[in-house]
């Protein structure tokens, strides 16, 4: 197992066909069968059954506390939800869908726009289904009781929700002034997606390209569940240190943010508003990849300017993820600091060529 939608779908099976303790179980047949009844992730209108289930395993916890000796809080976490599974075979399947939706969260909901976040506990480096896989009644409860403390704090899943939101909002901005460019823009998206060759007829049939693009973007922040997730072997493996990353087949539109993303995310104040559009960048530098089947040709620190570089040509640019996300932010005017020298510099090096259709008309 290795991404959400596969934890997800096999807590659906777990939730609509196996019964649960007395503890848990009226709140299984009319909330939770309910909440998890799409394929495309949880149902909004049940969003607050998680929060039922947290209250009940909450409950729990506090009876075993008071009732059992010398019981530390993580163990009576523990068995709070051992305690809630019932006696049926395949416990761990049905510890593993309890502890997955413990810590899975409505993020909000802003009119066609739906965000949740999983954050499980940071000591975990698998999926909860596989942590839990095939181990005896005693391991599964210390697998259970390991610190909760988990890899996203509520600032940062706050700080999620309205990067995507902002993101919506930078992508449908890009998508109106495409339709009636001035000077200034144009020269943003020559600077991005053209060169020296390039005329203003097939100009005009780039910035049709991004307004369509980018309309695709803003549709999928808008109009879809997106679902903010860890991944916890990739955060073990060497991956945490990056800002993202998305499968482009995966059914569910599943972004996995990470640590570079993270640190700026905490440096965000009211008074201090450019991380969140480097924030927002990434979601539309991920989004990109999903919608409109961009790659990663090249990074910004290596420059995004086609004219005058050796391997970056704009036709390339275009397959880009990385020259969509800084272009929206730049023509708008909100690109700033030592980013807004990436976009204006000569490309030096790419990673690859693009093998895939562009997807963005």
């Known amino acids: 197992m290795n991404k959400f939608s596969e934890a997800y779908h096999a807590a659906q099976d777990v939730i609509s066909n196996s019964e649960l303790s007395s503890v848990l179980e009226k709140l299984r047949k009319t ?47 523990a068995k709070a939800i051992i305690n809630a599974i019932g006696t049926s075979p395949n416990k761990q399947v049905r510890a593993a869908t309890l502890k997955l939706l413990k810590h899975l969260y ?28 095939g181990v005896s009644d005693t391991v599964l409860e210390t697998v259970l009781a390991k610190t909760q403390d988990e890899v996203y704090s509520v600032t940062q899943r706050a700080v999620m929700c309205s990067a995507i939101q902002e993101a919506r909002t930078v992508a449908l901005s890009v998508v109106a002034k495409m339709g009636t460019p001035d000077v200034a823009a144009k020269g943003v998206v020559k600077q991005y997606f053209g060169d020296s060759t390039t005329t203003d007829i097939k100009l005009g049939e780039i910035m049709t390209t991004l307004s369509s693009g980018y309309q695709k973007i803003a549709n999928a922040c808008n109009s879809s569940k997106i ?62 990849h999903k919608e409109l089947s961009t790659e990663d040709i090249v990074y910004g620190p290596k420059g995004l300017k086609p004219e005058g570089s050796g391997s970056l040509t704009a036709d390339y640019a275009l397959h880009n993820a990385d020259s969509w996300a800084y272009f929206a932010v730049d023509v708008l005017g909100y690109l700033t600091g030592p980013d807004k020298s990436n976009g204006s510099k000569v490309n030096s090096a790419i990673l690859k060529v693009p093998a895939r259709t562009l997807t963005a008309v």
């Open 106 to 133: 409505h993020g909000i909901s802003s009119g066609g726009q739906v965000i949740w976040v999983y954050s499980p506990p940071k000591v975990y480096t698998k999926w909860i289904f596989d942590e839990v896989d």
């Open 227 to 288: 679902i903010i997730s860890d991944e916890p072997i990739d955060r073990n493996g060497g991956g945490w240190k990056d800002w993202a990353f998305i499968y482009n087949a995966e059914s569910m539109k599943v972004i996995y943010l990470q640590n570079a993303w993270l640190t700026k995310a905490d440096e965000i104040t009211p008074s201090n508003q450019s991380p969140l559009y480097r924030c927002a960048r990434t979601i539309i530098h991920e989004l990109s």
């Open 31 to 77: 909330r939770l069968k309910p909440l998890m009844a799409e394929a495309d992730g949880p149902l909004t209108s049940e969003a607050s059954a998680l929060d039922k289930l947290r209250e009940a395993l909450e409950l729990e916890k506090r009876s075993l506390t008071s009732t059992v000796k010398g019981l530390t809080p993580d163990k009576a976490s």
